[in-house]
């Protein structure tokens, strides 16, 4: 899978660490961040699936019941301003030798059903100094009134929001640490 607008490298990560099974009624895209903060601090937020908030702008609230473990499940809160106000939502993989993290939303008072997303950190050279690769993909029902476009481009816009937020916050950090 040679993925249009993305280097040699890019396609390798999403090819190793972005396999989706879709399905007829489903949609799938990934997105990719640069981000100008060592693999190591981008990592140590985005593993933080028991505190998503820290840089995902549309979580209010987040509880989780569980130890961090494979099928740990978590409750969120979503800010006003969305068509959605709860999500349950079940860590599918944590993986901090590779920097993947998979969440499945399983319930929740939102559109987004059969919802996995897969983030995956991954070093390189940013301007000559320390920088990663934060890709992110997904699959997703298409809701019933919607096209496939439609609902990924919905989908897309939230990660585009949270993969930003995520940048500014890594980068700020690493401005305290530098």
């Known amino acids: 899978m040679n993925v ?49 908030q820290i840089y995902k702008p549309f979580i209010s609230r987040c509880v989780v019941h569980g130890n961090m473990e494979i099928g740990t499940l978590r409750e969120v809160d979503v800010k006003s301003g969305l068509p959605a106000t709860t999500s349950t939502e079940r860590l599918e993989l944590l993986d901090d030798d590779e920097h993947i993290l998979s969440v499945k ?52 816009a939230l990660i585009k929001c949270n993969l930003a937020s995520l940048a500014d916050v890594s980068e700020g950090l690493a401005r305290e640490d530098g």
Not at 119 to 127: A, D, F, K, R
Request: charged share 25%; glycine share 8%.
């Open 4 to 52: 249009k607008g993305s280097s040699g490298v890019e396609n390798e990560y999403i090819k190793k660490h972005h396999k989706h099974e879709i399905k007829d009624n489903q949609c799938t895209s990934f997105l990719i961040k640069h981000v100008k903060a060592p693999v190591h601090l981008v990592w140590s937020l985005v593993r933080r699936f028991d505190q998503p």
């Open 105 to 156: 939303f399983i319930g929740g008072d939102h559109r987004l059903m059969n919802y996995l997303s897969t983030v995956s950190v991954h070093p390189e050279v940013i301007e000559g100094g320390p920088g990663s690769m934060v890709i992110e993909s997904f699959v997703v029902d298409v809701p019933h009134g919607n096209t496939k476009d439609e609902t990924c481009y919905f989908v897309e």
